[in-house]
C-alpha cells in the first residue's frame, strides 16, 4: 500500500503549508493517522499523531504553530502547518495505522508510510 502526500513545497519564514495523506483502500478501521519528518543528517521524528478516538499528540517543537486533523469520509489526514520556521525544513512522510480490504476481499491491517513531501522554509 502507497499513500500519497502532497501540499509541501517551499516558503519563507513565518509563512504556512497545508500537508495532505489520502490512505487507499476499502477501509474497516483506522486505528491512528501522523506524520513525521526526517531532516538532512537526522533522524526521522513524529511530528503530530492523531488517534481513532480524536486525541492529539504534537512535539513540543511545532506545539502551537501545527495542527493535525483528519476526514474519515475522506480517509485523509491533514498538517495545517503555520509560522513556519527554517528549522521545519524537512521530508515529511504521513503513516496511517488501519485496515482495509485487499482486492479479493482479505482484511489487511498495518502501518503505512506515504512517500513524502519535501518542506523548505527559507529565512
Known amino acids: 500500500v502507497q499513500l500519497q502526500a502532497y501540499g509541501g513545497g517551499l516558503v519563507q519564514a513565518g509563512g504556512s503549508l497545508r500537508l495532505s495523506c489520502a490512505a487507499p483502500?476499502?477501509?474497516?478501521?483506522?486505528?491512528?493517522m501522523g506524520w513525521y519528518r526526517q531532516a538532512p543528517g537526522k533522524q526521522r521524528e513524529l511530528v503530530a499523531v492523531?488517534?481513532?478516538?480524536?486525541?492529539?499528540k504534537y512535539a513540543d517543537s511545532v506545539k502551537g504553530r501545527f495542527t493535525i486533523s483528519g476526514d474519515n469520509d475522506k480517509n485523509t489526514v491533514y498538517l495545517q502547518m503555520n509560522s513556519l520556521k527554517p528549522e521545519d525544513t524537512a521530508v515529511y512522510y504521513c503513516?496511517?495505522?488501519?485496515?482495509?480490504?485487499?482486492?479479493?476481499?482479505?482484511?489487511?491491517?498495518?502501518?503505512?508510510w506515504g512517500q513524502g513531501t519535501l518542506v523548505t522554509v527559507s529565512s
Open positions: 492523531l488517534s481513532s478516538g480524536g486525541s492529539t
Open positions: 483502500g476499502i477501509i474497516f478501521s483506522i486505528k491512528a
Open positions: 503513516n496511517v495505522d488501519y485496515g482495509y480490504y485487499s482486492e479479493h476481499g482479505i482484511p489487511l491491517v498495518g502501518a503505512y
